[in-house]
Structure formats: structure tokens, C-alpha cells
């Protein structure tokens, strides 16, 4: 079992950075996958940036060059740094560790990009 609490939420104009964290206890964190996805209001969930056990990273194309996904598993933790933020990027961005057949989320961080 895999608890993901994220943090780093908040309000932050355009143009600004914001860099989100995800915890997670309760198992091995260097084996799973970690992933950040995010759903903004009135849409599905989509896919954001991924950083495998190895530290290999992806990322959808249209966050490449802005967003970066990286790992401390002496920590435990998961994090997304954003910059150069549109309003298009409001969203509540979630955290999902997965490993074979297991799957775990977080409950999310809300993300508001406005002046």
C-alpha cells in the first residue's frame, strides 16, 4: 500500500512558477513509476509528466521546455516544476505511483493561474 499526499498548490499569476511535491509512504518508492496528471475544470484528467524507477522522464508535448518532473527517492518524494505558467494550466494536478499491477493516486493540489 502506497499513501501520495501532494502539496504546492496555490494561486500564481501568469508567468510565474509553482513547484508541486508528492510524499508518498508506506512502500518502496524507488521501484514504482511516478506520474503527475491534472484535470482542469469541465475536462478529463490528462496525463503530464512521467519519471520511471530509473529516472528517465516524459513529458506531453505541450509542457516540454516548461514543466520538469524529477525524484528523491531518499525522500520519498515526486515533484513538478512549472514554470512560465498560462491560465490553461489551471488545473488540480494529481500524483499516481505504479508498479505492476498496483496503482496508487493522491488526492490532488489545486493549481490557479490567474492575475
Known amino acids: 500500500q502506497v499513501q501520495l499526499v501532494e502539496s504546492g498548490g496555490g494561486l500564481v499569476q501568469p508567468g510565474g512558477s509553482l513547484r508541486l511535491s508528492c510524499a508518498a509512504s508506506?512502500?518502496?518508492?524507488?521501484?514504482?513509476?511516478m506520474r503527475w496528471y491534472r484535470q482542469a475544470p469541465g475536462k478529463e484528467r490528462e496525463w503530464v509528466a512521467t519519471?520511471?524507477?530509473?529516472?528517465?522522464?516524459g513529458y506531453l508535448d505541450s509542457q516540454k521546455g516548461r514543466f520538469t518532473i524529477s525524484r528523491d527517492n531518499a525522500k520519498n518524494s515526486v515533484y513538478l516544476q512549472m514554470n512560465s505558467l498560462k491560465p490553461e494550466d489551471t488545473a488540480v494536478y494529481y500524483c499516481?505511483?505504479?508498479?505492476?499491477?498496483?496503482?496508487?493516486w493522491g488526492k490532488g493540489t489545486l493549481v490557479t493561474v490567474s492575475s
Open positions: 499516481r505511483a505504479t508498479r505492476g499491477g498496483m496503482d496508487y
Open positions: 508506506g512502500s518502496i518508492f524507488s521501484d514504482y513509476v
Open positions: 519519471v520511471t524507477s530509473g529516472g528517465d522522464t
